[in-house]
């Protein structure tokens, strides 16, 4: 199982970027997906999780700022950020709560990461 996040890069304070995390190899079932984010020198902190049953939940920060989908299809869950704040740049970083079989237990599997930059 493997996590390809895309998406980060340099923006202004206002500006939007849409995060992508496509999951790729053996899998059966998700449970949840999430993204975390890591700024320098602070913990890694969740941002937002979606489940199979499109319950979602949001840090208190980023709350009416971004929103999480996914799209079953293509095994792929979305962090659209607007209004971005220089506070927001960090490493985010998604995961999945999955299993590559209907026998085996669920397991976390997480990307390797994407770079936000929010800068004037």
């Known amino acids: 199982v493997q996590l390809q996040a895309s998406g980060g890069g340099l923006v202004q304070p206002g500006g939007s970027l849409r995060l992508s995390c496509a999951v790729s190899g053996s899998i059966v079932s998700t449970i949840i997906m999430t993204w975390y984010r890591q700024a320098p020198g602070k913990q890694r902190e969740l941002v937002a999780s979606?489940?199979?049953?499109?319950?979602?939940v949001y840090a208190d920060s980023v709350k009416g700022r971004f929103t999480i989908s996914r799209e079953n299809a293509k095994n792929t869950v979305y962090l659209q950020m607007n209004s971005l704040k220089p506070d927001d740049t960090a490493v985010y970083f998604c995961?999945?709560?999955?299993?590559?079989?209907?026998?085996?237990?669920?397991?976390?599997?997480w990307g390797q990461g994407t770079l936000v930059t929010v800068s004037s």
């Open positions: 979606i489940t199979n049953q499109d319950s979602i």
């Open positions: 995961k999945t709560r999955a299993r590559s079989s209907p026998i085996s237990r669920y397991a976390d599997y």
